[in-house]
Each structure stands twice: as structure tokens, then as C-alpha cells.
């Protein structure tokens, strides 16, 4: 499979799996297309091309050729350079040939635009009744605080060693965060847990979440009780970081009793227990893991690949 290919498919399974309608996604990249016409010939050049056809500005090639191939990948949830050096020293060894490093969490430009996608939260929130007004104003405040946060980071450490090394480096985070969100969401859905205890019952038959718990970080209720009523489930684990942490109490007024959650900073849990909602901690990185293994099923369904699992990352075929 082509590098180009392999990107590629990746964002169209991230679209087939947001939560948002076709057509707001479309209407985002047509917004983009307009956009770039408008800008004068001096600015394009600064101007960050996959935006055309990606809506993900948190998930890009960082490093290689778009024709290269690809056929065994090193996919970790976190790469840094030691990672980057580790695959350098595999690339050594005869039949250990890694064609292509993969990382959830953003790196590079990537992790520059993180604050991007977090407009996809507003559209969610109006989805469990939060007036879209309220929820795209709350957002826009915190957006621009994890913009500002994000301003002095050294984004381009892992890029420079994958470049002079001649590693090909990229991150998928939002298309994996859409297919665990969207999973679960469907799970409960169909299953209509009744109580939290049944919640995570099914959180633990699923093995990226079985996984987890042998390694002592099951998923976990960290607001409410076992015999609480579900009642209506808000899936919150995609659209880059955590929201505004003044949400809850729109949240509990537009119906929601359960938040499930990859995880939540100790002022957001206190404003989510205030807001009388039940919170499950389903793990950060266990759902991580569950998004991208749905993510790569889909992709392998073109080509099978070969993987070399690090960082907190494992296989798991469906």
C-alpha cells in the first residue's frame, strides 16, 4: 500500500465515523476550498494544503514520500525519539524493515492545529440537546486557551530525528477517536445498559478494556454509584482534548445522566459531580488502543500489513 493510500483511507474512515452528518462535513472542506481562493498569493504559501480533503487538522504525514510503500509499520500511542531510534535500529536488521512510524497523539503541524478540532465538540454537544449557541461559545473560549498552550511547544522534535534518519512519520488522532466513539455510542445503543454496573460489564468484555484492567487500569466509575441508572449516555472521546469544563450543568439540562470518557482533569470532574452526572473513566489509553485498532481493521481490509507495536499500543485484529 501507498503512503498516500494508506493517509488517505485513514481520513475516510475517521469521516465515515463522525458523528457529524456528511454533509456538515462536507460543508467544512468546501468552507476550506473557499477559503484558499480567497487568500492572496503571497499567503498560500503558508497555507496548509491537506485542509482540502482532510477535516482532521490533528492527524497528517509529517515525513516521506507520499508514493513510498508501506508494508510493516512501527504504531505506538505516543512516539518520541526514542521510538524514532528504535525503528532506526530495526531498519538494521535483516527482514525488520519498518517502512513507516505511526503515532496516535498529534506531533509537528499536527500537534500545532490540535485546537482545531475541537470545534467538532460544539456539534456533538447540540446533538444531546445543548442549544448549538451556548455550546459554540463556551468552546470557543477554550479553544482559544488550548490554542494559546500550545504556542510555545517544540513541535517538530520527533519530526527532525524521523527526517535526517529517513523514517516516514505520521499521526492519526481525531479518525481514531471518531471510531471509539462511534463504537461505543452504537454499543449502547443496542445493548441499553441499565445501570453503570452493565456499563462497565461491557466495557470489560471488550479486549483493548479487558487489557487494560490486568494492567491495573480497568475502567473505572469516578462520579455515581454501581446501582445508578444509566439513563441517557454521552460518549465524550473525540474532538482533540477536553472541553469547556462550564458544559456539565447544559449537558444534565439536555437530558444526559452518563458520561463516558477517556478521561476528565479533577476541575472538570468536579463540575460534572456538581452537575449531578454520572462519569466512567474508560481509560485514556485503552480507548485509544480500541480507536485505532478499528481504524487500521478498515484500512487492512485493502491490504493486510504487517505492525510493530510500542508505545502503549497492541494489535488487536476484529
Known sequence: M???RFYKRAVEVGIANDLRDEEEIRRILDDEQEKFKDLKEDDKRFYDPDRLFNPFADSRVLFGDLNGSVKKVMIGIDIEVGEILLAHLLNKEKDAHVDLILSHHPMGLAAA???DVMKLQAKLLAKYGVTISVAEQLMEKRIGEIERRLMPVNHAREVDVARI???PLM?????ADNCVTNCLTKLFEKEKPAKLKDLLKLLKAIPE?????KLQVPAKIVSGAESNSCGKIYVDMTGGTEGSKDIFDKIAAGGVSTLVGMHFTEEHLASAKKANLNVIVAGHISSDVLGLNLLLDEIEKEEKLE?????????IRR
Do not use: K, N
Request: aromatic share 14%; glycine share 10%.
Open 209 to 213: 478494556y479487558e487489557r487494560a484492567a
Open 2 to 4: 501507498r503512503l498516500e
Open 171 to 175: 499521526c492519526l488522532h481525531t479518525p
Open 165 to 167: 534518519l529517513g523514517i
Open 307 to 315: 505492525f510493530v507495536s510500542v508505545g502503549g499500543f497492541e494489535r
Open 113 to 115: 492545529q490540535l485546537y
